[in-house]
Structure formats: C-alpha cells, structure tokens
Nanobody, 124 residues
Framework: QVQLVESGGGLVQTGGSLRLSCTAS????????TGWFRQAPRKEREFVAA????????VYADSVKGRFSISRDNAKNTVNLRMNDLKPEDTAVYYC?????????????????WGQGTQVTVSS
C-alpha cells in the first residue's frame, strides 16, 4: 500500500510559479512511476506530467510543455512538479498518482494509488 500526499498548491497571479510536491509513505517509492493530473470544475481529469519509476522517461502534456518540470527525489520519497509561467487555464485541483514500475503513463487507468489533491488557482 502507498499513501500519497500533495502539497504546495495555492493562489498565484498569471505568470507566477508554484512547486507542488507529492510525498509517499508505506512502501519504497523508488519503484513507483508517478504522474500528475489535474481537474478543473466541470471538466474531466486530465494528464499533466509523468515520470517513470527509474526517472529515465518523462512525459508532458502539450499544454504544459516548456512551462512545467517534473522530477523525483527517491531519498525523500517525493516527486515534484515545478510550474512556471502559470496561466488562468492552469487553475484546477492537482492530483499525484503512482503505480509500481509504471513507465510514465498518461492514462489515469494506469495508476492505482492517488492522493487527495491540492488546489491551484491562477488569477488573471
């Protein structure tokens, strides 16, 4: 069993930056691929970024490519999402998800562990 807790969300102005963290407990996180997803009101949950269990493969959604950066620190059981040049359309609840030996999948169905989410609001 893996428990995931997101942190780092908040209110920021357009063009600002935030760093989200996903901290895992319960098992050795280094064998788990991790993805970030987001869900805005009245919209489907969508893929943002993912990193494979060994950090060798990283994938981004086109909408965040060049602005967001995902990284992992296995010593701290943490995966971070650095978000720069934020836009109002980035406003959503951000979730991290994990699956053992996942290879940076962009599909929600690939992940069997999910955090509770953290709110990110970008004001115009």
């Amino acid at each position: 069993q893996v428990q995931l807790v997101e942190s780092g969300g908040g209110l920021v102005q357009t063009g600002g930056s935030l760093r989200l963290s996903c901290t895992a407990s319960g098992r050795t996180f280094s064998s788990y691929g991790t993805g970030w997803f987001r869900q805005a009101p009245r919209k489907e949950r969508e893929f943002v970024a993912a990193i494979s269990w060994n950090g060798g493969r990283i994938v981004y959604a086109d909408s965040v490519k060049g602005r967001f950066s995902i990284s992992r620190d296995n010593a701290k059981n943490t995966v971070n999402l650095r978000m720069n040049d934020l836009k109002p359309e980035d406003t959503a609840v951000y979730y991290c998800a994990a699956a053992r030996y996942s290879d940076s999948s962009s599909s929600t169905s690939s992940y069997n562990y999910w955090g509770q989410g953290t709110q990110v609001t970008v004001s115009s």
